[in-house]
């Protein structure tokens, strides 16, 4: 009918809008076949295959990421496309495969500049895939595509850097990255330090709003990640840390940057009660954005810590049995005081409570009702985020995935 009228058909009069969402949901094979049935339907199946790109080896999958590779370097059309790239090794692959697996990576310097805006590159910590990191990382630092990388994500990449100043490298040619996370390895003595680092003097910073970093031990990359960042623009601080005592410096850096920055939701994760809340003291005015703030792990000088939380704080979290003596006589104070010291104070959240179902905070119960605060209790811990979601926290997402405890 479409023919005999001269009219397209409804479904080839789909703007292009329509399609992306229609082929968002469908399958690489489904989207293989769409893209040669019709010139309309084309570069909206392309957009969709070759947008967002995981190229993953494991020895399953070795076989198909060499034919995924010549078609990356073969096709500028293809390139072009691409928006979302996530490099990954898995465990699996017994042998060194041929051609070397960071040889299948010749395609990433040709990518163009100002199209990609995301790089994910993980690796499994066990992996048998026997890359030669030193050369997928000069590969990766001739990549011009990385000056447009907006997300940087790095996990489980100990032996990226294993070169000295491989990872200034990195972040010096990654100017506009805007949301960076990274899971950093566990320094366990000085000649494995020097094997890989050398202290290094960044140019000029990045504007970077959200900083999300994990840390087994004791790694100065940690360092190096806040040199880079301009004073006035980290939003987001998620910090995890296996052991504090050696942070010391890195520490009092991330304290300037926080009390610069129009900071709005930090947390703090500690693995062990070996330290005080690093960020403390808090000078006057400092944090007045801050809208979330999440701890756990350290020892709570409440104290210290209530006595300069800024008026905008909107939600607290806390874990419950980490703490020798939780402050709950302190918290009641709080948020007795806390629609005339707080005003913008809604949410009051204690995690690790247990199942039980009696909860030990009746008459903080009462208190928040009386003062119209939201008081929850959930059973299970404070949670790092997952490596998929490092780059994207939020406390809602957290508390989602969580059971309450029962009252």
Known sequence: MARATGRPSAAQSCNDDVLD???????????TALAL?????????????????????????????????????????VRHLMRHVKLTWLEGLEER????????????????????????????????????????????????????????KMTNGEAFFEGVNRMSQLLML????????????????????SRYYAPFTPGIPCRVRYLAVKMGGYTPLFGDLLKVIRDDSLETLLC??????RFEEEFRRAREITFSSPIQTLFFYAASLEGEFPLLPVPPGSWPKLRELVLTGWRLQWDALASHLPSSLEALVLDY????????????????????????????????VGSRRCHPFPDLETVCAGCGILLQLYAPPIRWPSSENTDSWTLDTMLKDMSPALG
């Open 21 to 31: 969402l229609i082929f968002s949901h469908t399958s690489e094979k489904d989207l």
């Open 37 to 77: 049935t019709c010139k309309r339907w084309s570069p909206a199946a392309y957009r969709a295959l070759y947008s967002s790109v995981d190229f993953s080896l494991s020895s399953k999958g070795t076989a198909l990421m060499k034919k995924l590779a010549s078609t990356l370097t073969s096709s500028n059309y």
């Open 97 to 152: 495969p041929s051609p070397s697996p960071e040889l299948l990576f010749d395609w990433l310097p040709l990518l163009p500049r100002d199209t990609l805006m995301s790089l994910d590159i993980y690796t499994c910590p066990r992996s048998r895939i026997q890359v030669d990191a030193a050369r997928f990382m000069d590969i990766l630092l001739r990549s011009p595509m990385l000056s447009s990388i907006r997300h940087l």
């Open 174 to 193: 990654t100017p506009n990255v805007s949301h960076l996370s990274g899971n950093f390895p566990y320094t366990r003595d000085t000649e494995t330090l």
């Open 240 to 245: 995890y840390t296996g052991n504090a005592d």
């Open 321 to 352: 049995t980490f703490h020798d003596e939780f402050p709950i006589e302190h918290l009641s104070f709080f948020v007795t005081h806390a629609p005339t010291s707080h005003p913008a104070f809604l949410r009051l959240v204690i995690c690790n």
